[in-house]
């Protein structure tokens, strides 16, 4: 089955960029959505289709998929992104959907 | 407005069974797929099943085929998510999500569903 994995953890100090990776085989011929969560709530879905954003998402968040990665970079980092971060893809190889392990952003 | 609204949190015993529900409200039901998505404590979301209620057709993880049952009321908007025998590693919170025909991300999100299995 198909595996998407992401670094357990990234740290960056405000107003500095964050950029949070997604590696996969070939990811580059997927579309790649990503998600954030906060504690306590459900996901939201921050970019699709590997770098549009969503209605209300703000601008610093943007994405990027190039051959077997998949970026998530969030430009202007507040205190407000701390949260967690999950990247996800639909494998037509197997017909299904897959997500990554997470990737919990700490704003220093 | 768009909204997937869950039922609410629930308590059972290893060995029996549960059917949590997901109403939608401000879209066509039948023209998206909707999806379950397991979070148990302290780790990641896991896809779990998917289901287009316009034709009832429907995907299963590997991981959780067999172990559950994805289903569809078209009457009232509504997907369920149903065990005949709980297990302890059942424990977990479950969202429901919608996903386009056309765009594999899930864009909008239910509130979730705790569900807690402990004898």
């Known amino acids: 089955s198909y595996v998407l994995t992401q670094p357990p953890s990234v740290s960056v100090a405000p107003g500095q960029t964050a950029r949070i990776t997604c590696g996969g085989s070939?990811?580059?011929?997927?579309?790649v959505h990503w998600y954030q969560q906060k504690p306590g709530q459900a996901p939201v879905l921050v970019v699709y289709?590997?770098?549009d954003r969503p209605s209300g998402i703000p601008e610093r968040f943007s994405g990027s998929n190039s051959g077997n990665t998949a970026t998530l970079t969030i430009s202007r980092v507040e205190a407000g992104d701390e949260a967690d971060y999950y990247c996800?893809?639909?494998?037509?190889?197997?017909?299904?959907?897959?997500f990554g392990g997470g990737t919990k952003l700490t704003v220093l | 407005e768009v909204q997937l609204v869950q039922s609410g949190a629930e308590v059972k015993k290893p060995g029996e069974s549960l059917k949590i529900s997901c109403q939608v409200s401000?879209?066509?039901?039948?023209?998206?797929?909707i999806g379950w998505v397991r979070q148990m404590p302290g780790k990641a979301l896991e896809w779990v099943a998917i289901?287009?209620?316009?034709?009832?057709?429907?995907r299963y993880s590997p991981s959780f085929e067999g172990r559950v049952t994805i289903s569809a009321d078209k009457s009232i908007s509504t997907a369920y998510l149903q065990w005949s025998s709980l297990k302890a590693s059942d424990t977990a919170m479950y969202y429901c999500?919608?996903?386009?025909?056309?765009?594999?991300?899930?864009?909008?999100w239910g509130q979730g569903t705790m569900v807690t299995v402990s004898s």
């Open positions: 999500a919608r996903q386009s025909l056309r765009i594999t991300s899930f864009d909008i």
């Open positions: 401000g879209f066509r039901f039948t023209s998206y797929w």
């Open positions: 289901i287009y209620p316009g034709d009832s057709d429907a």
């Open positions: 070939n990811i580059g011929s997927k579309s």
């Open positions: 289709d590997d770098s």
């Open positions: 996800q893809v639909y494998d037509s190889d197997s017909d299904h959907w897959v």
